[in-house]
């Protein structure tokens, strides 16, 4: 268990250290919901009409651009290899590869989630709700994630065919994301669409990291 | 004790080695010699548990040692072509648990809180190398692991390999390169 910590600590260390990295996400994040306004038109309720949507997208984007590295430096360095050799299952060191995932990107961008929000008119009603399947979302691209930069490492041009991989499996968590705040926001019961994606993230917590750490075995062979 | 028992590794469609059969007893060591290509590097991986077996089986104590990979890494300490050093981590934070001791086996104490990004080739080298103390596996798997090293540095591995051995640990190195390592059976593949 110590060294199931000890990998998350040093992920998140590396993260501090490369700083630039990781606002680099948070910054595309922000720059691309702030163009919408610009090709939509800055018409208050079309905007708040998008603005679910509009974050929902962005986030999920913006949480791609590290995944490229999250094992590619690790497996060109050699520390895959050690990782490896900790005595942890291939799953658990994927499932902490995960986690550092979530707080350096998906916990930063539900947080600039809230002005961002405001700067897109989103109804004040919606933006608990939006916030409350950001939650859930954003690790659910953590997990989706780290189980596709795990299957391209080693890949010629992984980096282009990573999106490829895990941007079809986000449909549903984009669906019911922005289904639970469109209806908080015009008053409807938000339960269900929040309960889906819970239950996603149930279903996915342990089978990515399943899945994750088959393609590390198969990537040091 | 490790048994190797008939093993032969498989690359596309060409056998780089095997069958293959050896055993290492405690405290012993062992060097793979041969020329390049010959699949030193492969056998290597395959004992640490990252490579792929084609056939035969690899027995530590009796018992099938790549039945549980997870549990078997931690029986081993691998040291490959890359140093796995990361340049934005200090030599402490890069070795994480019993650091010091590692650092200290390699002379590098005085730099343990510099960050890696600074070191020259062959301290990084060392690094990678006090990281086999630090583990404290009985296993431990060597990949030209005097590649680049001083000789002082090659004198001072000597001593760390020969604490290992006395506390009853192993060592399977593959080289070129003459290694402080007295008493080693050779393995030739060819």
Redesign the interface.
């Known amino acids: 268990m110590?060294g199931f910590w000890?990998i998350v600590a040093?992920d998140l260390?590396?993260s501090l250290?490369?700083g630039a990295d990781t606002l680099a996400a948070l910054l595309f994040f922000v720059i691309a919901s702030a163009l919408f306004p610009l090709a939509v038109g800055p018409a208050p309720e079309t905007l708040a009409r998008l603005a679910p949507g509009i974050i929902w997208v962005c986030a999920l984007l913006a949480a791609l651009l590290p995944l490229d590295r999250l094992f590619g430096a690790d497996f060109?360095?050699?520390?895959l290899?050690?990782l490896?050799?900790?005595?942890?299952?291939?799953s658990?060191v994927a499932l902490a590869k995960a986690i550092s995932h979530w707080v350096t990107t998906g916990l930063p961008l539900l947080i600039v989630a809230v002005p961002v929000s405001l700067m897109l008119n989103l109804d004040t009603a919606a933006l608990p709700v939006l916030l409350l399947g950001l939650l859930p979302g954003t690790a659910l691209l953590s997990l989706f994630g780290t189980a596709g930069a795990a299957l391209v490492i080693g890949a010629r041009r992984g980096g282009v065919l990573l999106p490829l991989l895990v941007l079809p499996l986000t449909a549903p968590v984009v669906i019911f994301g922005v289904a639970a705040a469109d209806a908080a926001g015009m008053g409807m019961d938000v339960r269900a669409p929040l309960l889906f994606l819970t239950a996603l993230f149930v279903a996915a917590l342990p089978l990515c990291p399943l899945a994750a750490g088959a393609a590390l075995?198969g990537a040091?062979? | 004790m490790l048994d190797v028992q008939e093993i032969s590794a498989i690359r596309g469609e060409r056998r780089i080695f095997g069958p293959l059969s050896f055993s290492v007893d405690d405290g012993d060591a062992m060097l793979l010699t041969g020329p390049n290509g010959a699949g030193k590097s492969t056998l290597l991986r395959i004992l640490a548990g990252l490579g792929r077996l084609a056939a035969g089986s690899i027995l530590w104590n009796g018992n099938d040692a790549l039945a549980d990979r997870a549990a078997h890494g931690a029986l081993v300490s691998y040291v490959g072509h890359l140093d796995a050093v990361k340049p934005g981590l200090t030599a402490r934070e890069n070795l994480g648990p019993n650091a010091l001791e590692g650092l200290e086996a390699m002379a590098l104490s005085h730099l343990a809180d510099q960050p890696a990004r600074f070191f020259s080739a062959g301290q990084k080298r060392r690094l990678a190398l006090a990281r086999l103390v630090c583990r404290q596996a009985p296993i431990w798997l060597l990949d030209e692991p005097t590649l680049g090293l001083d000789v002082a540095s090659v004198a001072r591995f000597g001593e760390m390999l020969a604490t290992h051995r006395a506390q009853g640990g192993m060592v399977l190195s593959a080289t070129h390169l003459p290694l402080p390592l007295p008493g080693a059976k050779e393995l030739r593949l060819s």
């Open positions: 110590s000890f040093r260390r590396l250290r490369h060109e360095d050699g520390t290899d050690q490896l050799l900790t005595g942890l299952p291939a658990a075995r040091v062979e």
